[in-house]
């Protein structure tokens, strides 16, 4: 099983700024990540939350279960130590993920706060951020 947790305003992708994320709706970005999973022989579980409590009961659930995360914290990544705290719980692998490259964006998407407590990072492949770390994951639960 890997829990795939997306934060605020993901849940309007494919109306939420095309230009910069696409055409594509969330349940596009969940089928694709339940698909994958399928050819990997994982379970996957996709949800979304525009609250921060709501995301941080779910890390904490993946931590109590040693379950694996694929996490796009959204616009949390920037600012909340809350959810990082919850991730430094966790003893799973977790692979922050974004659709586009926060790097090469406004100056105030460049620091990641929970990037130092993720196993990895993977952004500015799109939908295919979440098919790269779904993969990370398999990876690393079939060689540890
Ligand atoms: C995002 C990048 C964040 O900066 C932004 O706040 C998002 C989406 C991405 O997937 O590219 O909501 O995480």
Same mark, same amino acid.
């Given at each position: 099983?890997?829990?795939?947790?997306? %934060? =605020?305003?993901?849940?309007?992708?494919?109306?939420?700024?095309?230009?910069?994320?696409?055409?594509? +709706?969330?349940?596009?970005? #969940?089928?694709?990540?339940?698909?994958? @999973?399928?050819?990997? @022989?994982?379970?996957?579980?996709?949800?979304?939350?525009?609250?921060?409590?709501?995301?941080?009961?779910? &890390?904490?659930?993946?931590?109590?279960?040693?379950?694996? !995360?694929?996490?796009? =914290?959204?616009?949390? +990544?920037?600012?909340?130590?809350? !959810?990082?705290?919850?991730?430094?719980?966790?003893?799973? =692998?977790?692979?922050?993920?974004?659709? +586009?490259? =926060?790097?090469?964006?406004?100056?105030?998407?460049?620091?990641?706060?929970? #990037? @130092?407590?993720?196993? %990895?990072?993977?952004? @500015?492949? %799109? &939908?295919?951020?979440?098919?790269?770390?779904?993969?990370?994951? #398999?990876?690393?639960?079939? +060689?540890?």
């Amino acid at each position: 099983m890997i829990l795939v947790l997306n %934060g =605020p305003n993901l849940g309007r992708l494919g109306t939420r700024e095309p230009d910069v994320y696409g055409a594509d +709706t969330f349940e596009d970005v #969940a089928a694709l990540c339940r698909d994958t @999973g399928k050819k990997l @022989g994982e379970d996957v579980e996709v949800r979304q939350t525009d609250d921060e409590a709501e995301l941080i009961r779910w &890390l904490h659930e993946a931590a109590d279960g040693r379950i694996p !995360v694929v996490l796009n =914290p959204a616009a949390f +990544t920037h600012y909340s130590y809350a !959810v990082r705290d919850a991730i430094a719980q966790r003893t799973a =692998p977790l692979v922050e993920v974004h659709l +586009t490259n =926060p790097a090469a964006r406004e100056e105030f998407r460049h620091n990641s706060v929970v #990037a @130092g407590v993720a196993t %990895g990072t993977i952004a @500015g492949f %799109g &939908l295919q951020s979440y098919v790269l770390a779904l993969h990370a994951i #398999a990876e690393l639960n079939t +060689t540890s």
